[in-house]
């Protein structure tokens, strides 16, 4: 072994390489084999997001055009919140109550009163037509 032992490290990394090349070539393959699937699917995106965006030309102009159309209307209602606000200040009335609600309670109450004497109309009717029926 002593006439061979100064062959034995360029061996070894000769192997070394041979392997090294040998996955080189074996995952090429492999991704060469895949490129196929892999390009058809990249078209395909492709084809996807030019369609998107020739889309987006056509909403940025609507987009534009409600950004305008919106704008006059959020200062109105910005005007409009403090007009509510200054309404609802100036009309509170006794208890912290806005007047509107006292008057909303006033009226319910009337209304169920009112429907309470439409409900008792029918049963007079009634008992007067029972009344008469019986004679009495």
Do not use: C
């Not at 030309?57 to 109105?76: C, F, G, S």
């Not at 912290?96 to 439409?118: F, Y």
């Amino acid at each position: 072994m002593g006439s061979f032992s100064w062959l034995l490290p360029p061996l070894i990394a000769s192997l070394v390489a041979i392997a090294m090349l040998g996955l080189a070539i074996r995952s090429i393959l492999f991704y060469s084999r895949r490129a196929a699937e892999i390009r058809r699917k990249l078209k395909s995106m492709d084809r996807e997001i030019a369609r998107w965006h020739e889309g987006t030309a056509d909403k940025q102009k609507v987009v534009v055009e409600l950004q305008r159309m919106v704008t006059p209307l959020q200062e109105k209602e910005s005007r409009l919140q403090s007009y509510y606000k200054m309404l609802e200040v100036l009309s509170l009335g006794e208890g912290g109550k806005p007047l509107a609600q006292e008057t909303a309670e006033k009226r319910d109450v009337k209304a169920g009163s009112a429907h309470q004497q439409q409900e008792e109309k029918p049963k007079r009717k009634l008992e007067i037509n029972l009344k008469k029926r019986r004679g009495l």
